[in-house]
């Protein structure tokens, strides 16, 4: 028996069934198809014989959706013969891709229609033949027009009856997982025509990734839970993590990541992919490494999330990095400079309207907030400030900032080839990362320029040497930078908890100094409490070495004096106080701990003895 002459069989045992035919009917309909001259479908010989309508063929295969293959109905329907069949199925194997619907179509075999009403009827779906559809509006904010766009699909809402998710594709069988807690209300497929999916698609606002509709769904809500409270907290990053049993949650603050609370692992798969939907990421794709970006509106603020989808064997991690969630922070007087060393900073760096200012330490060392501390000093309406970071972290009013994307090919590179035709006072260059942006700061000084820039390195003078190990000439280095500044983010000890702490003659000398002519110093450490998620600290403070460029250091460089015998210029001719100094001085104002300091301080030198330290950084004792 043929596929087809099978599905005859299959439609014919449903009618029994659905009692629609009795098997006497039945078995007369068989004895009379085999005693035909020429073959001729099961389904249209019932009809033949009046037993059933077409419409009620077709009512009984909407009720109860069978697996024939579309080819096998079409020919027991009677809307193609066999032989048709046959051609349509070899000129689709030519065709890898199309499916054999669209063969018949193109080839006159069938109309659109037809083909729509034989799959309808094939799926067990209603068929909209209007040739307009309005899509339900709160629909499309949930499901946001890029996602609608993607899927081929318009959201239609029948009075107070159901909503319907219209294809012009009849696989939409194959909708993402977690699909259903997205759209939150109950729904039902449907089919429209091509041309009129398109029309309604082409209709749906344009618009690039959309601020989040409060929803009554609990995925929707949960995601704007978690946003609203790390922006409270001043969180900079979200973890969401699968683990083998349940999802964690968990938040960096301060630089520490905090666990926060654990969620059913059964709203992975919502969650995520109510993330990518913000994000404009893709849901279908769960394997594969994406990232994405969300801009919240949330009281006033407006906020960057930058999402990355991680897939890990339990499933996909997701990190959201809040990037301006510290809108404080960008005033220089606030990031932990000592008042000497502010003043300097803006009077012999930042006032001075050429040169390379060079901000370095390691990842998470807040070159960045410093860097943008100092373009808000230097924003004013009769300078032009421009910029190139990868990305824009935070946004200043009155300067133009460009976020490198190399996805379409706005590349560092060809920003800086750029910038500086952009008649810009100052030019701020995210990262110094290779020849070519270190070759562009110095030029752009060169030619009158104040370029800010970051730098990954240890220390001040590593700064310094490492521009010469990229082999840039030492007289080009020491004419163009002004000032390095070298800095780190040390906890803060939680004033709520803190006591004193005497330090020992052992950690005395762990600190550089001699226990003899130092018999007492005291910080703060904590032990922990409510206030602090019994960390012991909460917050940070800067530690800063501002090296501000003189004669002397200028002149150790182009003779290539060794980095000891510069370090050692810098601290007796410039005034400069190094990271191990600042973080002592702070330490001894109860703002960190001994073992912050030793930690995450650069031990080089023997320290200054503290009454000195506080003279040189303008601190009261
Ligand atoms: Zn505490």
New binding site residues.
């Given amino acids: 028996m043929s596929d087809a002459a099978n599905a005859g069989t299959q439609i014919a045992e449903l009618l029994v069934q659905e009692q629609q035919i009795d098997q006497t009917q039945l078995a007369y309909a068989q004895r009379v198809r085999e005693r035909l001259p020429s073959p001729r479908p099961l389904t249209t010989v019932l009809q033949d014989l009046g037993y059933v309508t077409e419409v009620q063929v077709r009512q009984t295969l909407r009720n109860r959706r069978m697996d024939i293959r579309l080819g096998d109905l079409l020919c027991e329907l009677g809307l193609i013969r066999e032989s048709e069949l046959q051609s349509a199925l070899a000129l689709q194997k030519n065709r890898p891709g199309q499916k054999l619907g669209q063969v018949m179509i193109e080839n006159g075999l069938i109309n659109e229609d037809t083909l729509l009403d034989t799959l309808a009827a094939q799926l067990g779906l209603p068929f909209f033949r209007n040739d307009l559809l309005t899509p339900d509006e709160r629909t499309v904010r949930r499901l946001t027009p890029g996602l609608l766009r993607k899927l081929r699909c318009v959201p239609v809402r029948d009075g107070d009856g159901p909503l319907y998710l219209v294809f012009d594709d009849p696989l939409v069988a194959q909708l993402p997982e977690g699909f259903e807690d997205l759209v939150s209300d109950h729904f039902e497929l449907a089919l429209a025509r091509h041309q009129v999916i398109e029309d309604a698609l082409l209709r749906l606002n344009r618009s690039g990734p959309v601020t989040t509709p409060i929803s009554e769904s609990v995925v929707v809500r949960k995601v704007n839970d978690l946003i609203k409270a790390a922006i409270a907290d001043g969180v900079s990053d979200i973890h969401i993590e699968p683990m083998k049993d349940r999802l964690r949650v968990r938040m960096r603050q301060d630089g520490v990541l905090i666990p926060r609370e654990d969620l059913p692992l059964d709203m992975a798969r919502s969650l995520v992919s109510r993330i990518k939907i913000m994000a404009g990421a893709d849901i279908t794709e769960r394997r594969r490494h994406q990232d994405g970006r969300i801009l919240y509106e949330h009281g006033g603020l407006k906020l960057d999330l930058r999402i990355s989808f991680y897939g890990t064997v339990h499933g996909e991690k997701t990190v959201m990095r809040l990037l301006n969630n510290r809108s404080n922070l960008l005033d220089l007087s606030e990031i932990g400079m000592q008042p000497r060393l502010l003043q300097r900073f803006r009077e012999d760096v930042l006032d001075i309207p050429s040169g390379v200012t060079l901000i370095t330490g390691p990842t998470g060392s807040g070159k960045t907030t410093t860097l943008y501390g100092a373009v808000n000093y230097l924003n004013n309406p009769n300078t032009s400030i421009i910029t190139a970071e990868d990305p824009v972290e935070y946004l200043i009013e009155g300067i133009n900032q460009c976020s490198i994307n190399s996805k379409i090919g706005v590349t560092y590179e060809e920003t800086l080839r750029h910038i500086v035709r952009q008649d810009p006072d100052v030019i701020v260059i995210g990262e110094i990362r290779d020849r070519f942006s270190a070759d562009t700061a110095i030029q752009a000084a060169l030619t009158g320029h104040k370029v800010l820039t970051t730098f990954h390195t240890e220390d001040s003078i590593g700064g310094l040497l490492r521009l010469l190990h990229m082999d840039i000439e030492a007289f080009l280095i020491s004419s163009t930078v002004i000032c390095v500044v070298a800095q780190r983010l040390l906890r803060r000890v939680?004033s709520?908890?803190s006591t004193e702490h005497r330090l020992s003659p052992d950690e005395i000398r762990r600190l550089g100094y001699n226990p003899a002519e130092l018999r007492q110093l005291v910080f703060r450490r904590?032990e922990?409490?409510g206030?602090?998620h019994f960390l012991?600290y909460?917050g940070r403070v800067g530690v800063y070495e501002i090296l501000v460029l003189n004669e002397s250091v200028r002149d150790a460089l182009i003779q290539r004096k060794t980095s000891h015998e510069i370090r050692r210029i810098c601290t007796e001719t410039t005034r400069m106080v190094t990271l191990l100094e600042d973080g002592l001085v702070k330490a001894t104002q109860g703002l960190t701990s001994f073992e912050e300091i030793i930690r995450t301080l650069p031990r080089l030198d023997r320290p200054r003895p503290i009454p000195e330290l506080y003279r040189l950084l303008g601190v009261r004792s």
Avoid: D, L, Q, Y
């Fill in positions: 939680c709520a908890c904590s922990g409490c206030e602090c012991g909460r």
